[in-house]
């Protein structure tokens, strides 16, 4: 008698407002996503092929922020059909560098980029999916972190919560042994207030750390802005080098906290 064949778990990759380059780090990892494929059934993921399975899906990658009422609509679609959703990148998890509108007149830049704006229908406001759907997990970074990556999928494949470090950059600088820049040299970094995940690459190379992977659960914002004015920032530029692909997740409460002299 013929033993029934196991079904694989069912993988989906979606896209929303993004530069795609979240995608591009799961289509790298080359040996890994070999090994992969044959573990799940890679159901959704027009990246890679434009094969499309119905779900559900046993685990949903969300790549990108919520930009229009469509948008909205699509990724409560998205929810429903999945047993898990994790969101990768910091667009899906922060809002992304579009969400720099949120702090804007999105309708002002309608009118500068597009020569027929009234063809452009957009939210005023760039949002991470968890502001509209529960999300499982969310794998920050601009783009992700390829060894998180399959630690994300791995983990959920074998049912345990995935084990990603917490800490910020400044430990990852320690642990390579890079001299703190800010204490050497009086370069502005976000490194003590940024969750870890790049390898602490922009110290190591003498500059300060530009906050890709977003605020730590723990990072205190309203301690480190006085010291980025004393290395030379006036608010203006301490604004300008928060809001950048993390704009919204390094909002402007940290301004508001901060003590004043």
Do not use: W
């Not at 990724?75 to 990148?89: F, M, W």
């Not at 910020?168 to 970094?189: E, I, L, M, N, Y």
């Amino acid at each position: 008698m013929n033993t029934p064949q196991r079904a694989l778990p069912k993988l989906a990759v979606v896209k929303l407002a993004s530069c795609d380059g979240c995608q591009l780090t799961l289509l790298n990892c080359e040996d890994e996503l070999l090994a992969l494929a044959g573990q799940v059934e890679i159901a959704h993921f027009l990246e890679a092929s434009s094969v499309v399975r119905p779900g559900p899906y046993d685990l949903t990658l969300v790549e990108g922020s919520v930009t229009t009422a469509d948008d909205a609509l699509r990724i409560r679609r998205i929810r429903a059909e999945s047993r898990h959703l994790v969101t990768i990148g910091a667009c899906a998890t922060a809002g992304g560098i579009q969400a720099l509108r949120n702090f804007a007149d999105v309708d002002e830049f309608r009118r500068t980029v597009y020569a027929r704006p009234d063809y452009i229908d957009t939210l005023a406001t760039s949002t991470p999916v968890s502001a509209h759907v529960d999300v499982d997990f969310e794998l920050r970074g601009c783009p992700i972190d390829r060894g998180q990556l399959l630690e994300v999928i791995t983990a959920y494949l074998a049912g345990r919560k995935p084990d990603i470090p917490d800490h910020s950059v400044c430990f990852d600088c320690k642990r390579r042994r890079t001299v703190c820049v800010t204490v050497a040299h009086g370069t502005p970094c976000l490194g003590p207030v940024t969750h870890a995940g790049c390898g602490a690459i922009c110290p190591a190379y003498g500059r300060g750390c530009y906050g890709c992977f977003g605020p730590g659960r723990s990072a205190n914002l309203p301690a480190l802005i006085p010291l980025l004015r004393r290395d030379g920032m006036d608010e203006a530029a301490v604004e300008r080098f928060l809001r950048t692909f993390n704009a919204a997740a390094f909002d402007e409460a940290a301004f508001d906290e901060e003590p004043r002299s």
